[in-house]
């Protein structure tokens, strides 16, 4: 069989295609889980395809802006509105999400118990494994660095859901083509906010251009990074994501981060039972796990 390194981007495009269908039918857990452990921390290279097919795509259009979020788990309390507004800006069909708020127990040193509300979406990665997975060229930069998918090109490969390592893509059962968080594009150039960031009561969400100084979402991370109170998610993965989460020592987060999906999984309806809130970690059905 042609090296992968050495093919061309159509025929590295084939060979990607047949690899992950190997992967998916070979190591595929009974019960429908990903084909990629959850106990890995290094990202899947395998998946990747020449850089030459990539690197362009991986690089923003020269517009001046660099778009990222601060989630602040300590002011959200679940209610659920950003998940609904986006349902519906993106008409996103039932059981499916591009973004879902993520619900743990966290027991403090005291014995007392603090409940966290993490809301998730797309991290808008600096160095994205979707796009360096995806065969059909369909992934790519946005405005702002926003990692969008291009749907006259996507084939539903879904090589980029493998890849990516929070979950965060999912594939349209009916168009067969890869679905995400764009950062509400359609909106922001109307100089609106994305619908979650409008919707949201409790102030958790901000969004903005972190090359403006004078924007809410660079004056919030001054003084949350001053603060020491910003993190982001899975930074062993090195994929310097833009979005970071306020957190503090009620909101740890460490104690909700195994609840966030892995590659090749996705966000699912099971995150919402109340069985699952004390629970620890999460597997390619939606299920907490011990």
């Known amino acids: 069989m042609q090296d992968e390194e050495?093919?061309?981007?159509?025929?590295?495009?084939?060979?990607?295609?047949?690899?992950?269908?190997?992967?998916s039918t070979g190591l595929a857990t009974a019960a429908g889980g990903s084909a990629i452990s959850a106990d890995d921390d290094a990202i899947q290279e395998d998946l990747f395809i020449p850089e030459e097919a990539w690197r362009d795509r991986m690089t923003a259009p020269e517009d001046g802006k660099k778009?990222?979020?601060?989630?602040?788990?300590?002011?959200?309390?679940?209610?659920?509105?950003?998940?609904?507004?986006c349902k519906a800006e993106n008409d996103v069909p039932l059981g499916n999400y591009i973004r879902q708020t993520i619900y743990h127990d966290h027991t403090r040193k005291s014995g007392s118990v603090a409940r966290i509300m993490a809301p998730m979406a797309c991290q808008h990665c600096e160095d994205a494994p979707c796009i360096k997975?995806?065969?059909?060229?369909?992934?790519?930069?946005?405005?702002?660095?926003?990692?969008?998918?291009d749907y006259n090109a996507c084939s539903g490969h879904a090589a980029c859901k493998e890849a990516c390592p929070y979950g965060a893509i999912y594939i349209d059962p009916v168009a067969n083509q890869a679905v995400k968080c764009h950062n509400c594009t359609h909106r922001v150039n109307e100089d609106m906010e994305p619908a979650c960031v409008e919707t949201c009561p409790s102030g958790a969400l901000y969004f903005g251009d972190l090359n403006d100084p004078e924007s809410a979402i660079s004056k919030m991370t001054e003084v949350l990074e001053s603060e020491g109170e910003l993190e982001t998610l899975r930074p062993e993965k090195e994929t310097l994501p833009r979005m970071k989460f306020a957190v503090d020592a009620e909101h740890p987060l460490m104690s909700w981060e195994p609840k966030i999906p892995r590659e090749g999984q996705s966000y699912n309806k099971e995150a919402y039972s109340v069985y699952s809130w004390g629970e620890s970690g999460f597997n390619g059905e939606g299920d907490s796990k011990e």
């Not at 778009?67 to 209610?79: A, E, H, L, P, S």
Request: a positive charge.
């Open 6 to 23: 050495s093919a061309p981007p159509h025929r590295a495009a084939e060979l990607t295609r047949r690899r992950l269908l190997e992967k």
């Open 67 to 85: 778009y990222g979020w601060i989630v602040d788990t300590r002011r959200c309390f679940g209610c659920h509105g950003c998940e609904v507004a």
């Open 133 to 149: 997975a995806c065969p059909c060229g369909a992934m790519h930069k946005g405005q702002g660095g926003t990692v969008v998918v």
